[in-house]
């Protein structure tokens, strides 16, 4: 039997609390599937018992909700102005304290096995829950001897990539295939930035990779 949020509230019953810890899917909208961000990482884990030792520590860091709110790692007003509204120190937090716990400098977060064409190409796939319409996507990379055990900074990634006004396949994947610098080689992390063209909201995912000769 279905019960409403208008039935319990006539019934005396405290609703909306309990809610408000429930996921909030229906505000999705996406995250990095290919090479496979971080937060969607650990939210594939499982927010309530995650198995490896830096999605423990991003729920030891904000707690599970983070994780069951994946899709959601974005900043409403950004409008392109990504410097100022995501500081130095939280680019994979997307500038939100919520998502804290992604931003910790690790050495051992999960990474993705990526391997270039013969013409450095690799084709990305992001996973939108809930499509929108797209200004464009912005992809950067760790600089060569970026420090592993400290939160991300703008200076510490190189943008490689910028991909105008892409449309979402019938599964809600957009995906792209660019070219990354020929020079990255091993461990690097992949900083996405999706800018809606319908608002001023943007997204920000980080995707741990090793990077595989070619």
């Given at each position: ?108 977060w ?25 200004k ?66 943007a ?6 990779v ?5």
């Open positions: 039997m279905k019960i409403s949020i208008l039935n319990l509230s006539l019934c005396g019953i405290a609703a909306l609390p309990a809610l408000a810890f429930a996921p909030s899917g229906a505000f999705a909208h996406g995250s990095m599937e290919y090479p496979i961000s971080r937060v969607y990482q650990c939210f594939q884990e499982g927010p309530e018992a995650p198995k490896s030792a830096a999605c423990k520590a991003v729920v030891a860091a904000g707690g599970t909700q983070p994780l069951y709110d994946w899709m959601e790692v974005n900043q409403w007003n950004a409008n392109g102005k990504h410097k100022a509204v995501v500081p130095d120190g939280t680019l994979c937090g997307g500038g939100r304290e919520k998502y804290v716990g992604l931003d910790l400098g690790r050495k051992d999960r990474k993705t096995k990526v391997k270039p064409n013969a013409k450095r190409k690799v084709t990305f796939v992001y996973y939108a829950s809930t499509p929108h319409a797209t464009y996507f912005r992809f950067y990379i760790t600089k060569q001897g970026w420090k592993k055990k400290k939160p991300l900074d703008w200076k510490d990634v190189k943008r490689f990539a910028n991909v105008k006004a892409p449309e979402a396949n019938s599964d809600n994947r957009y995906e792209m295939t660019v070219k990354i610098p020929s020079d990255r080689k091993g461990r690097h992390v992949v900083y996405v930035i999706w800018q809606r063209s319908d608002s001023e909201e997204f920000y995912s980080c995707s741990d090793k990077i595989l000769k070619n």
